[in-house]
């Protein structure tokens, strides 16, 4: 079992930064893939970065491709989103997930995941 907490989320002004984390705790030894994932108000989750064990290899969607930046400290067993030039389109409550098998050609889709956390809020006001 792998036990995920984000935090970071909060109500910003559009142009603005924002960094939002997940910390893992539980089985998380022998490593996962996580990603970010999004939900809008009305909307499908969808999929917004993911990033290796290793962090040497990250994935972004086009629609944040160049303004999120997903990095991850093993040592402390935390992810982290760097989300910039946001836009009232990225408001949507923003989930972090576990992948412990490592299944990196299919770390875009939801269903790949097996762990997730509960979810923080991010809004952008125009």
Same mark, same amino acid.
């Given at each position: 079992?792998?036990?995920?907490?984000?935090?970071?989320? *909060?109500?910003?002004? $559009? *142009? $603005?930064?924002? *960094?939002?984390?997940?910390? $893992?705790? *539980?089985? #998380?030894?022998?490593?996962?893939?996580?990603?970010?994932?999004?939900?809008?108000?009305?909307?499908?989750?969808?999929?917004?970065?993911?990033?290796?064990?290793?962090?040497?290899? &990250?994935?972004?969607?086009?629609?944040?491709?160049?303004?999120? &930046?997903?990095?991850?400290? %093993?040592?402390?067993?935390?992810?982290?989103?760097?989300?910039?030039?946001?836009?009232?389109?990225?408001?949507?409550?923003?989930?972090? $997930?576990?992948?412990?098998?490592?299944?990196?050609?299919?770390?875009?889709?939801?269903? %790949?995941?097996?762990?997730?956390?509960?979810? #923080?809020?991010?809004?952008?006001?125009?």
């Amino acid at each position: 079992q792998v036990q995920l907490v984000e935090s970071g989320g *909060g109500l910003v002004q $559009a *142009g $603005a930064s924002l *960094g939002l984390s997940c910390a $893992a705790s *539980g089985r #998380t030894s022998s490593g996962y893939v996580t990603g970010w994932f999004r939900q809008a108000p009305g909307k499908e989750r969808e999929f917004v970065a993911a990033i290796r064990w290793s962090g040497g290899t &990250t994935i972004y969607a086009g629609s944040v491709k160049g303004r999120f &930046t997903i990095s991850r400290d %093993n040592a402390e067993n935390t992810v982290y989103l760097q989300m910039n030039s946001l836009q009232p389109e990225d408001t949507a409550v923003y989930y972090c $997930a576990a992948d412990p098998r490592r299944r990196w050609f299919l770390s875009f889709q939801e269903t %790949n995941y097996d762990y997730w956390g509960q979810g #923080t809020q991010v809004t952008v006001s125009s």
